[in-house]
């Protein structure tokens, strides 16, 4: 990755003192494990757009415009000029994830993700190159036009699935995906949902997962983060959910993306683009789509019930009674059973 003018190879960081606790909180390398996983994901201190905007003129020495505000707990975007953006995270978390990605994984990517510029970790922000293009989700119509969109986001992901990295949770990725799915029962029972146990009984069997190894995820797959100009792919943005995980992660939001197109077509496109087209025809893979797809409607669900979102609680109700799609026709064509 070019730095431009800060030197090859790493995006200019802003000066600031080490004793500043912004600063020990967002850089990794003074953390060393000591912060409580609490303080790494508390939000900042309610500031002003205004004031937001302000502060990054006067560190950037450019014209700031606010893009898109903060939804709660949220980053907010700014544009920098003509030619950057400016990400400033809700949460650490998010900032050391998206400065991960943006650091270690994107510059791999053949240019469809932003390249990193400038950082500054006291305000939790990130500066950026704007990409060309409109989201996907204003961009494209027609089944056909979905078709070849996914299959380049499906190339895209194999990209970024299979950039080499350090892996350095110690959790085997089953027992993740357990506390995970504990996580997300527990607050779903405090929701009052009459139909946990059942959900919980999806969710009890991790067996698909023994030995699965985890890859670099954006995590956040959604037709407004693909960025398309003239029917095709440019980038993918908005990495501040990305983190090592089992690559599912970047399929489970995929069907509720494409109006166009039923699940099956939609997984089909995206994973002929990932060089496995014929994935979902093993029983083992297509047990892990069940759980991964279930977790994710899980989690819409309690989610958007505790914001009070009743449109976005009704989707993650859907998605959960429509885990179960019957079998490709493939599946009992070749004798493989589940």
């Known amino acids: ?73 949220g980053s907010a975007v700014f544009g920098v000029g003509t030619d950057r953006v400016a990400r400033v995270h809700g949460s650490v978390r998010a ?44 961009a494209v119509r027609g089944a056909d036009a979905w078709r070849v969109l996914l299959r380049e986001v499906g190339q895209w992901a194999t990209r970024l699935h299979g950039v080499a990295f350090e892996d350095g949770d110690t959790l085997a990725v ?17 929701s009052g949902a009459e139909d946990t146990a059942r959900w919980a009984e999806r969710l009890a069997n991790l067996d698909p997962f023994a030995g699965a190894v985890r890859v670099p995820c954006h995590r956040d797959l959604q037709a407004r983060n693909w960025l398309v100009e003239d029917g095709r792919l440019r980038g993918v943005v908005d990495f501040e959910h990305a983190r090592p ?3 599912m992660a970047d399929l489970v939001k995929l069907p509720d993306e494409v ?26 893979v297509r ?25 976005l609680e009704a989707r993650g109700v859907a998605i959960l009674d429509g885990v179960d799609f019957a079998p490709p026709s493939s599946v009992a064509r070749t004798g493989t059973k589940e």
Not at 290 to 307: D, I, Q, S, V, Y
């Open 245 to 247: 995980d089992h690559w």
């Open 174 to 190: 089953g027992d993740a995906l357990r506390l995970r799915a504990a996580a997300w029962l527990r607050r779903a029972r405090r």
């Open 1 to 73: 990755m070019s730095g431009g003018a800060h030197g090859p190879g790493r995006p200019r960081v802003a000066e600031a003192g080490t004793d500043s606790p912004a600063l020990k909180l967002a850089d990794p390398q003074t953390r060393q494990g000591t912060v409580l996983a609490q303080e790494r994901s508390k939000p900042h201190a309610p500031e002003s757009t205004t004031a937001l905007e302000q502060a990054l003129a006067d560190w950037l020495g450019a014209p700031v415009a606010l893009l898109a505000p903060a939804s709660e707990g």
């Open 259 to 284: 109006p166009d197109l039923p699940e099956d077509k939609v997984l089909g496109a995206f994973l002929e683009g990932h060089g496995q087209p014929r994935a979902l025809e093993d029983a083992r």
């Open 95 to 138: 900032f050391e994830q998206e400065r991960r990605a943006l650091r270690d994984w994107t510059p791999r990517l053949g240019g469809r993700a932003p390249t990193l510029r400038e950082e500054r970790p006291e305000l939790r922000a990130l500066v950026m190159d704007r990409l060309p293009g409109r989201p996907a989700a204003e």
């Open 287 to 311: 047990r892990q789509w069940r759980w991964m797809r279930t977790l994710h409607g899980l989690a819409t669900r309690t989610w958007a019930w505790e914001k009070g979102d009743a449109v």
